[in-house]
């Protein structure tokens, strides 16, 4: 199933996707408190899943063009984020440096062969970011006006559905509600200057808006092989990212394995799988401007659309 919060002009209500891709059948309106909201329904486990799949049948539908799509977690309990893909780890820190020359007025160095640093081989690599700060697909995200340089990071993220502690990665996909699209939007002039405080990322990432999720989630045994997904960013229609997970230096199942190691993982926290290989404009040193439509496309998923407003 695809799973979806929306506002049809009553508030937040969940949803799941018809077979037609054209409308949402309102699983609120069945009245049961396990269907009354995307929280509730991971929490309600299997037994969720099952009434969600029987109201697929009588619920009423309600197209999309009549509805806003909301994050599918509005506030999710926790929010982690990865770094994985080989390419994005070689190139980010080169785009950096080539974004610090030009924050200076100097030459452009231009691009050049990075390198794994062997920590980013040994273990998944994590920061914890604001789960208050969320958006779904259509939010307009209001840049923060401290920063000048837009960027987006197309990531795949998996939902949390039943938790656990000390998870072993044989059993770790059992674990998991679903998928869902990422954009994990970032200020980059502002994180430059604050990653050399070596906390990891604060004002660069936590920002209104700044953790964008949706179109929907989808459930686990919808997706056969998730490293296998293809990733697609366009950029006002045109071809930006065209990347799959299948590099990723840790799937999902080391990062639970690794997260859940002597701390508890609870039911609708967010793992994020990490910007793919050439996920981001950082990469090449090219960022978004004031206007741009950003089109995050995962298949199997579906596409994640925002537009970017600077503030001055």
Not at 139 to 163: F, N, Q, T
Not at 219 to 234: G, K, S, V, W
């Amino acid at each position: 199933m695809k799973l979806a919060t929306f506002d049809a002009g009553a508030g937040p209500r969940l949803g799941a996707l018809t077979a037609t891709g054209d409308a949402l059948i309102d699983l609120t309106a069945t009245g049961r408190a396990d269907l009354a909201s995307m929280q509730a329904l991971i929490d309600a486990d299997e037994a969720g899943l099952t009434a969600a799949r029987a109201a697929l049948d009588a619920g009423p539908a309600i197209p999309l063009q009549d509805i806003k799509l909301l994050a599918p977690l509005p506030c999710p309990p926790q929010i982690r984020d990865a770094s994985t893909a080989p390419r994005h780890i070689m190139n980010a820190p080169v785009g950096m440096r080539r974004l610090g020359a030009l924050l200076q007025d100097q030459p452009d160095p231009g691009p050049e062969e990075g390198s794994i640093p062997d920590i980013y081989r040994a273990q998944p690599i994590f920061y914890i970011t604001n789960r208050f700060s969320v958006a779904g697909h259509g939010a307009v995200i209001h840049w923060p006006r401290y920063s000048r340089y837009m960027d987006y990071e197309l990531e795949v993220a998996v939902v949390i559905g039943k938790g656990g502690r000390d998870i072993p990665a044989t059993s770790a996909m059992d674990h998991v509600f679903g998928f869902t699209i990422f954009n994990d939007f970032s200020a980059r002039d502002t994180q430059l200057r604050e990653m050399q405080g070596m906390l990891g990322p604060a004002k660069g990432k936590s920002f209104d808006a700044g953790n964008v999720f949706g179109p929907w989630i989808v459930t686990r045994d919808e997706i056969a092989d998730y490293r296998d997904l293809r990733c697609t960013a366009h950029i006002n229609g045109r071809l930006a990212t065209d990347s799959r997970l299948g590099e990723m230096l840790h799937g999902f199942e080391d990062m639970i394995a690794f997260i859940s190691d002597s701390e508890t993982l609870h039911p609708g926290e967010i793992i994020g799988g990490g910007t793919v290989d050439d996920g981001c404009g950082l990469e090449r040193c090219e960022f978004l401007s004031d206007g741009d439509e950003v089109a995050l496309t995962v298949e199997g998923i579906g596409t994640l659309v925002n537009k970017v407003v600077a503030t001055s």
